[in-house]
């Protein structure tokens, strides 16, 4: 099932015109918790700051056919280096398809320096970062990740 999925599954730039996509799937507020991500309570407020990292291309969209099921986002962070954060479907999760999906924006993005964090006791999310030649750089409650930085 897995190299099946893979398969079903296209990866891209989000634009501004992806934005009612976008916005359905972080409606789920479940699967933003579970990926670490804070948004604003107000929906207008939310649509504005989604809106925004549309215009600033810091989303890469993962579609099952005409569905985003899954985005990789990137933001900057201080000296060069940008903060790394997934987030999938719960239908498509459990079958390596983040894994795959993190090494092909890898391989369209190579000269990103990155960083994640992710809580000690999310185990596939340190999997997809370990599968992906990242470097665990702090132990505790929330581990930080680092790739493409010496």
Known sequence: ??????????????????????????????????AGLTLAPDPALRQWA???????????????????????ATFPQAEAEWALGYLLAPAWQGHGLMTAAVATFLRANPTLALVAEVTATNRASQRVLEHNDFQRQTQGAVLTYRRGRD
């Not at 969209?61 to 005409?66: M, N």
Request: overall charge negative; cysteine-free.
């Open 50 to 72: 989604v809106s925004n990292w549309l215009q600033e291309r810091y989303l890469w969209g993962l579609w099952a056919g005409e569905q985003l099921v899954g985005m990789i």
């Open 1 to 34: 099932m897995q190299n099946t999925q893979q398969a079903k599954l296209r990866g891209r730039w989000l634009a501004p015109a992806d934005l009612p996509a976008v916005m359905a799937l972080l409606a789920d507020e479940a699967l933003t918790q579970a």
